[in-house]
């Protein structure tokens, strides 16, 4: 029986390692201009850090752009780009004139049966189309949401990035924030404990975090949902939510 332990705490830790679920949607590029008029957007729900598992991504239920104009709705546009044999999802846009154009999408519920309860994240991301640099802290009205207080295009590694993390546009005191970045497999995480960042925002939502490498960082905000929804076998069950936003911090680098 003694044996066994070790055994059984390992297994136990396994599922534990990979439990910081990401909603991705990465642009192609996240300053548009005259070389690169088109963002091909990729929606996949995976472990960025860790390069996967990516999990299974039903097709969501709300996908757009929110402009100035107001939002408009993507929905139609995506296509399946399976990724590990699992579902998701690709779709392209040309933001006809300059602009902030923010994408945002609404997933379909997860099911995460090592915790125990349902998934949703919604995420989104900015894209500055030909010099705006302008309307970048315009918000969705997600049910939560982060609110940059730095504009999330154009940063250098090495930046500091601050958001408030808001439910119902009401900031959420002492929110806590999980922090991974899009690994591209030139960095092995010494532990599973440098695998995602964990921040705890102030009183009043407020979190700030120095990107230390060029990349993708995706910031998620997570809260406990104030209802339930049924698990497969029909018992309800807790609902966790989380507001991510992506930004890219690109190394500053000498004029040759």
Do not use: C
């Not at 949607?25 to 005259?34: A, K, Q, R």
């Not at 730095?150 to 009401?170: E, H, K, M, Q, Y």
């Not at 809260?223 to 076998?233: E, F, G, R, T």
């Amino acid at each position: 029986m003694r044996a066994l332990v070790p055994t059984l705490v390992l297994a136990l830790l396994i599922p534990a390692a990979a439990t910081a679920h990401f909603q991705e949607i990465l642009p192609s590029t996240d300053t548009v201009d005259e070389a690169a008029r088109e963002v091909t957007l990729d929606l996949v729900f995976t472990h960025p850090m860790d390069r996967g598992p990516v999990m299974e991504m039903a097709r969501p239920t709300r996908f757009g752009v929110l402009t100035a104009d107001g939002e408009i709705d993507l929905l139609a546009t995506l296509e399946a780009a399976p990724q590990d044999g699992k579902s998701a999802w690709r779709a392209t846009f040309a933001p006809p004139r300059p602009g902030a154009y923010t994408f945002f999408v609404e997933p379909a519920p997860y099911w995460e049966p090592g915790e125990g309860k349902s998934i949703i994240h919604y995420a989104k991301v900015l894209v500055d189309a030909y010099g705006w640099g302008a309307d970048w802290d315009r918000l969705v009205g997600l049910p939560v949401e982060i609110e940059p207080l730095a504009r999330p295009s154009g940063l250098w590694t090495g930046n500091l990035f601050s958001g408030i993390v808001r439910r119902d546009g009401a900031p959420v005191p002492f929110a806590e924030v999980e922090v991974e970045w899009v690994n591209d497999g030139s960095v092995t995480p010494p532990s599973d404990a440098f695998v995602t960042q964990v921040i705890k925002a102030d009183g009043n939502g407020v979190f700030h975090y120095a990107m230390p490498r060029a990349g993708w960082w995706g910031f998620a905000a997570l809260v406990d949902a104030d209802y339930q929804l049924p698990d497969p076998d029909g018992a309800n069950r807790p609902v966790e939510l989380g507001g991510l936003i992506w930004v890219r911090a690109v190394d500053m680098t000498s004029n040759p």
